[in-house]
Structure formats: C-alpha cells, structure tokens
C-alpha cells in the first residue's frame, strides 16, 4: 500500500507542478521580471519551488560528449558492452587510439542512479578506458527476470570483470565496498585470470562496527523483520516490475534527506532568494544537483534486505562468515590485486574506519599492496565528487594503477 499510496499522490500533484514549471517560465521568458519587480520574482521562485518538488524516476543523462586527453580533447561515446536484466555494463569508448588502464567503476544501488558518478567518471576518463555499472530500476524489470539479491550482485561485478578482460582495475563507491571485495576473493579463490590489478574501496561499509553512524545504529535496533515489513512494498501495476517486491527509491531518498534536513532546508531557502535576486550562476547549480538528487530508483527487495542483514546486522565479511551461493569467502586469498582504501574525515554515512577494515582482511597481500588514505576536510560525497576527489583523491588512484598495471 506504502508504494499504491505514493504513486497515486504523485500522479494527482502531477499536473500543478506542470502548471507551475509553465507558469514560472513565461513569468521569466515574457520580460515581466525586472530586477526592481520583487512581487513577480518571489511569485516565479514559488512557482519554480513546486514544480520542483517531486521526484522522478528517469534515468538523468550523464552528460559527458568529450574529454581532455593530454592537451588535446577527443570525442567520448556511451556504448552498452553489455545489458543483463537488473544493469548494463556501460563503456564510455573514447575517440583516441592510445591504449588506457580498463577501469570498471562499481556505482551503488542504494535508491541513486549511477550518474550520481558522473564526476567521478569525468576525472577517471582523463587516464583510464573507463566502464560503468549502470545499474536498471527495479520497478522497470519485469517479474520473468527473476529474483535479484545481494550474490546477484556479486556476480554481476564478477562477470562485467570477466567481460572486460585481464589486466583491467576495479573502483567502487559506497555500498559496493563490500561485494567488490566478496567478487575479488572468490576470484582470487578461482585463479581467475580476470580477477582484477588494483581494487580502490571508497567510502564503504566494509565494517559498521567501526564508529556507528546514524543509518549503522537503525540497522542494529530493529531486526530484519522490521525491514521488510515497514520498507518493502510491491510496485504498482502501471509500471513493467508490476508486482515485483522492492525497497522503493522515495523511501530511501527521505531517510537520506532526513540525516541531514535542516542543511536540505537551507539550500532550497538560499535558492529561492537566488532566484529573487537573480543568482543564475548559484541557482543552476542547486537545479543541477537536485535533479539528479531527486531521480530516485528502486532496489530489488532481496538484495536490500539482504544488504541490511549481512552487511549491517550480521557484519558477515569482517567476521569470517560471509557465503556467496554456499562458497566461503577467503579475503586472505587475494594476492595478485593491490588495494586502497579511502575515507572522508567527515563522512557521517560510512564513518571512519569501516572502509579501512578491508586493509586487516586482505592479509594476503604485501603490505605495500595496502593503502589507506584519509581525505581531511571531504563528506560523502566529497569522496568522489568535487575537488577534493579531483585534486587529493584521484592522484593516489592513479598512482596505484600505474603501479599495477604492468
């Protein structure tokens, strides 16, 4: 019903918020908003406020048509490499003969679509053959794709290394920490030719024991029953995942918006007097992360309850007790694949010190295969985002497949 309810209030508010973009648009392209015509300014702000104000379910494009290689720009294309049920294994194929790093960039499935990435796929393009896991809203897959877990997406990340080829390097955002280093293990365990040079962990939840976060503590407080009860809800029949169980991408947006409101609060104040005072420059910037904020997407309910139970709950990997499809994960099988890991001294999501946990199970490898760094200054987001993850961030990734390339 949670999902049934949602739907129909966003298809009634549907046509006001079409009148208010229109309105506030002819308001702006008919001349009527002269800098000294306060009233008409704050009414467009309004106006541009509730058109504003839902969310959508459409993929944002991301954007990126050329890139700077060395000191000349070349053309980039999106091509799918390959396109299973739940995502896509997107190549941004450059116009350029020089031979790059294969990076495989793991993006979260944590209610975001991967073009949340699109900085960080920009700055990796720079040096890197780059390739992305575009992940598929759950509400658009229909029920004959089947079920789609937390090993599901293990095995996705294994197969898109597998597709890519040897000598390629893998770097996952958040969420993915912990299944990429599961898919780096069991490929370790295999001697798979595949398995990857070099594993960047940024900002993943490796270890929730480590200086619990808020979203850490809800995790531990209510058993997984709750979950599934209070979080999950069937999509609606009017979308091709009809009757499909999932964790719908509103949900998570609120719990994410809910951290930190009164700072969401702020932004859309300053906003609305950006637009009064006419601030196009820091008006367009709030539109540009807000319409890819609020682009929201739902998970398969299985692989998010999942999630909770064995990264959250259970912490399975840190204590030796994860299982993919029956097979035990041995992260101390890992040789051959150099690892960094990375942490924002202020990220209030995945806290310091989780991600780094990954450098105690890989005791496999030298110790100067393991890295950690710890950006000062750097939230969530600013871990792959921005100029912290442009200027500080990135070198050190480069600088280890470059060292692991050969």
């Known amino acids: 019903m949670l999902y049934s309810s949602y739907q129909t209030m966003m298809d009634l508010s549907a046509p006001w918020r079409r009148a208010a973009a229109l309105s506030s648009t002819w308001l702006e392209s008919a001349g009527a908003l002269p800098r000294e015509a306060q009233g008409f300014r704050r009414l467009s702000a309004a106006l541009d406020l509730i058109a504003r104000s839902g969310t959508t379910h459409t993929r944002p494009a991301y954007g990126i048509d050329k890139v700077m290689l060395g000191n000349r720009e070349v053309a980039v294309r999106e091509r799918a490499a390959l396109t299973l049920p739940f995502g896509t294994l997107l190549h941004f194929q450059k116009d350029a003969t020089e031979e790059q790093p294969k990076m495989l960039l793991v993006a979260p499935?944590?209610?975001?679509?991967?073009?949340?990435?699109?900085g960080t796929v920009k700055t990796l393009l720079r040096d890197h053959d780059v390739y992305v896991t575009d992940w598929h809203n759950a509400r658009d897959v229909p029920m004959r794709a089947g079920r789609f877990?937390?090993?599901?997406?293990?095995a996705y990340v294994m197969h898109f290394l597998e597709h890519i080829g040897p000598a390629g390097h893998v770097l996952a955002v958040c969420q993915p920490a912990v299944p990429v280093l599961v898919a780096a293990a069991l490929m370790a365990q295999d001697n798979n030719p595949a398995q990857p040079r070099s594993m960047t962990l940024m900002a993943g939840p490796i270890d929730t024991r480590y200086n619990p976060s808020k979203v850490n503590q809800l995790a531990k407080t209510k058993p997984i029953e709750w979950f599934e009860r209070k979080m999950i809800s069937a999509v609606p029949w009017q979308f091709k995942g009809a009757g499909r169980r999932s964790?719908?991408?509103?949900?998570?947006?609120?719990?994410?918006?809910?951290?930190?409101?009164?700072?969401h609060i702020k932004a859309h104040e300053r906003y609305y007097q950006d637009v009064v005072e006419g601030n196009t420059a820091r008006a367009a910037a709030h539109?540009?992360?807000?319409?890819?904020?609020f682009a929201v997407m739902d998970l398969p309910a299985e692989f998010y309850l999942q999630t909770v139970q064995s990264v959250f709950q259970d912490h399975d990997l840190p204590q030796g007790r994860m299982r993919w499809r029956?097979?035990?994960?041995?992260?101390?099988?890992?040789?051959?694949?150099?690892l960094l890991t990375v942490e924002g001294e202020l990220d209030d999501i995945c806290t310091s010190g989780q991600?780094?946990?990954?450098l105690d199970l890989c005791v496999g490898l030298r110790p100067a295969m393991r890295r950690h760094h710890l950006q000062t200054g750097a939230g969530h987001?600013?871990?792959?985002?921005?100029?912290?993850?442009?200027?500080?961030?990135?070198?050190?990734?480069?600088?280890?497949?470059q060292g692991n390339s050969r």
């Open 109 to 118: 499935m944590s209610g975001h679509f991967a073009t949340l990435l699109r």
């Open 287 to 293: 539109r540009t992360f807000y319409d890819e904020y």
């Open 247 to 263: 964790y719908p991408g509103f949900v998570q947006l609120a719990a994410f918006m809910s951290m930190n409101l009164e700072r």
């Open 149 to 154: 877990a937390l090993d599901d997406f293990v």
């Open 381 to 401: 987001y600013g871990v792959f985002n921005g100029k912290r993850w442009t200027n500080e961030i990135y070198p050190r990734v480069r600088a280890l497949v």
């Open 326 to 338: 029956g097979v035990k994960v041995e992260p101390k099988a890992i040789h051959r694949t150099a």
């Open 355 to 358: 991600t780094m946990a990954a």
